[in-house]
């Protein structure tokens, strides 16, 4: 008899020490209500330099711009024309001024007599040029004057040369071959259209920021607009404006969108900053977030005295405005326990933190009853501690990635995105049925290189 109360009461001991038995799961919901989304503006400053213009201009117009080989053509004159030297340019608004020197060699039939001089001509043009509804440039160019820089003078007797007359000849047969190598060198080396479809189209491409956390940035531009160009010194600059819903997702790569929307009709802005501001809805899937606390916490032992548990997996899930951390223990005690936080942002740190992070009532009640020594053990803080470096060193990557994406950024050849990423900081957080959502604003500076400008 003393036997079998002996064998019941250690049997009792185990059993007290090794249960089966697990606190009720707490229910899963979900408030309805997101916050309503916040357009982001982001203000990218364009900037060419008028010296690259000019390269391109002096390649295309070079040697020979104007001959006449014909002296019985009824002028009297044999006419070459050469550019002289280097084309510069000025930009005054939406207007671009030049001089083309021109070299001169011209034969000149007296009647008795051919004679040849040389001389010197700078012909002095305009181009004015606008931005078409289709964000294409419209550009019209013309002669406006010109200037002798020396005058070709042949004297026979009291016979001068006409030199007012071969000005206007030069002018006259050298207009159209100018004026139309510099509008096509304008429009294609200003190549505007080519540059914001290129940038529009880009936003639609999911962009990998976070490789190590599946991190991935979708700019979706709603708006695309552009200031007025404007000239300093040396270079033309505007601004292009986008106004977008921006959204980052942890996980498998987003779908793609196959055709993006068409470009939109230029609309033209008054602002001239060069910095953003995005709300990016960033979704952070409970699968995601399971999968890095499990690479941190499984396996794990926590032990108080001789009896010990070791953590087999874990389960996110929402209730209201809670996270609910399912953990399933094994070793000492066998089963589930729950705890549960409120996701917060710190405005201190920059960081999500899940605030108040504390075993479920029902969990608390049954472990007082069966296993009370899992309440004063380490193992709701090193679960807090590892909910918070799942929030705070993701963002803390995304940050980086951000400004390493944001250093040299190619959006087509030869033109670099540059910007400065200068904060970070979470807005709101909130739990959906399938994510940790958070609102993060980014703040930050950016610019648009143009170093080729030939598309």
């Given at each position: 008899?003393?036997?079998?109360?002996?064998?019941s009461?250690?049997?009792?001991?185990?059993?007290s020490?090794?249960?089966?038995r697990?606190?009720?799961?707490?229910?899963?919901?979900?408030?309805?209500?997101?916050?309503?989304?916040?357009?982001?503006i982001?203000?990218?400053?364009?900037?060419?330099?008028?010296?690259?213009?000019?390269?391109?201009?002096?390649?295309?117009?070079?040697?020979?711009?104007?001959?006449?080989?014909?002296?019985?053509?009824?002028?009297?004159?044999?006419?070459?024309?050469?550019?002289?030297?280097?084309?510069r340019?000025?930009?005054?608004?939406?207007?671009?001024?030049?001089r083309?020197?021109?070299?001169?060699?011209?034969?000149?039939?007296?009647?008795?007599?051919?004679v040849?001089?040389?001389?010197?001509?700078a012909?002095?043009l305009?181009?004015d040029?606008?931005?078409?509804?289709?964000w294409?440039?419209?550009?019209?160019?013309?002669?406006?004057?010109?200037?002798?820089?020396?005058?070709?003078?042949?004297?026979?007797?009291?016979?001068?040369?006409?030199?007012?007359?071969?000005?206007?000849?030069?002018?006259?047969?050298?207009?159209?071959?100018?004026?139309?190598?510099?509008?096509?060198?304008?429009?294609?080396?200003?190549?505007?259209?080519?540059?914001?479809?290129?940038?529009?189209?880009?936003?639609f491409?999911?962009?990998?920021?976070?490789?190590?956390?599946?991190?991935?940035?979708?700019?979706?531009?709603?708006?695309?607009?552009?200031?007025?160009?404007?000239t300093?010194?040396?270079?033309?600059?505007?601004?292009?404006?986008?106004?977008?819903?921006?959204?980052?997702?942890?996980?498998s790569?987003?779908?793609?969108?196959?055709?993006?929307?068409?470009l939109?009709?230029?609309?033209?802005?008054?602002?001239?900053?060069?910095?953003?501001?995005?709300?990016?809805?960033?979704?952070?899937?409970?699968?995601?977030?399971?999968?890095?606390?499990?690479?941190?916490?499984?396996?794990?032992?926590?032990?108080?005295?001789?009896?010990?548990?070791?953590?087999?997996?874990?389960?996110?899930?929402?209730?209201?405005?809670?996270?609910?951390?399912?953990?399933?223990?094994?070793?000492?005690?066998?089963?589930?326990?729950?705890?549960?936080?409120?996701?917060?942002?710190?405005?201190?740190?920059?960081?999500?933190?899940?605030?108040?992070?504390?075993?479920?009532?029902?969990?608390?009640?049954?472990?007082?009853?069966?296993a009370?020594?899992?309440?004063?053990?380490?193992?709701?803080?090193?679960?807090?501690?590892?909910?918070?470096?799942?929030?705070?060193?993701?963002?803390?990557?995304?940050?980086?990635?951000?400004?390493d994406?944001?250093?040299?950024?190619?959006?087509?050849?030869?033109?670099?995105?540059?910007?400065?990423?200068?904060?970070?900081?979470?807005?709101?957080?909130?739990?959906?049925?399938?994510?940790?959502?958070?609102?993060?604003?980014?703040?930050?500076?950016?610019?648009?290189?143009?170093?080729?400008?030939?598309?």
């Amino acid at each position: 008899m003393l036997r079998i109360i002996a064998f019941s009461g250690l049997f009792l001991l185990l059993f007290s020490c090794k249960t089966t038995r697990q606190p009720a799961k707490p229910m899963e919901s979900y408030y309805t209500a997101w916050p309503e989304e916040r357009i982001s503006i982001i203000n990218v400053p364009v900037r060419i330099q008028l010296r690259e213009l000019e390269q391109s201009l002096n390649e295309q117009l070079n040697g020979i711009l104007y001959e006449d080989k014909d002296i019985k053509d009824g002028d009297k004159m044999m006419i070459r024309a050469e550019k002289r030297e280097d084309i510069r340019l000025k930009v005054e608004g939406q207007r671009i001024t030049y001089r083309v020197p021109l070299k001169l060699w011209i034969r000149y039939d007296l009647g008795i007599t051919e004679v040849e001089a040389n001389g010197d001509l700078a012909l002095n043009l305009k181009t004015d040029y606008t931005i078409k509804n289709d964000w294409s440039l419209e550009t019209v160019s013309d002669i406006e004057n010109y200037e002798w820089l020396k005058r070709p003078t042949v004297r026979l007797g009291s016979v001068n040369l006409p030199i007012g007359f071969i000005a206007d000849i030069v002018m006259k047969n050298s207009k159209r071959i100018i004026t139309r190598a510099i509008d096509d060198a304008v429009r294609d080396n200003l190549n505007l259209r080519q540059l914001v479809a290129d940038t529009w189209n880009k936003m639609f491409e999911p962009l990998l920021v976070a490789p190590e956390y599946n991190t991935w940035l979708l700019v979706n531009p709603q708006t695309i607009g552009i200031t007025p160009p404007r000239t300093s010194q040396d270079e033309i600059f505007s601004t292009i404006i986008i106004e977008s819903r921006p959204q980052v997702t942890l996980g498998s790569r987003p779908i793609k969108i196959a055709t993006p929307p068409p470009l939109p009709p230029l609309t033209l802005r008054d602002t001239l900053q060069s910095d953003f501001i995005i709300h990016i809805k960033t979704d952070v899937p409970y699968a995601e977030a399971e999968r890095i606390a499990k690479a941190e916490l499984l396996g794990e032992t926590f032990s108080e005295g001789r009896r010990s548990v070791r953590i087999d997996d874990i389960n996110l899930y929402g209730q209201g405005n809670k996270l609910i951390i399912n953990t399933r223990l094994s070793g000492s005690y066998n089963g589930n326990v729950f705890l549960a936080g409120k996701p917060i942002y710190n405005s201190s740190r920059n960081t999500i933190d899940v605030k108040d992070l504390d075993f479920t009532l029902e969990t608390r009640n049954f472990l007082h009853k069966s296993a009370g020594w899992l309440l004063k053990g380490t193992l709701r803080r090193k679960i807090q501690e590892n909910m918070n470096f799942l929030l705070d060193y993701n963002l803390k990557e995304l940050r980086k990635q951000l400004h390493d994406q944001l250093e040299a950024y190619p959006i087509t050849s030869g033109i670099m995105l540059r910007g400065v990423l200068d904060d970070l900081s979470i807005q709101d957080a909130f739990l959906a049925p399938d994510a940790i959502r958070v609102d993060i604003a980014l703040r930050g500076r950016i610019n648009v290189q143009v170093n080729g400008l030939n598309y």
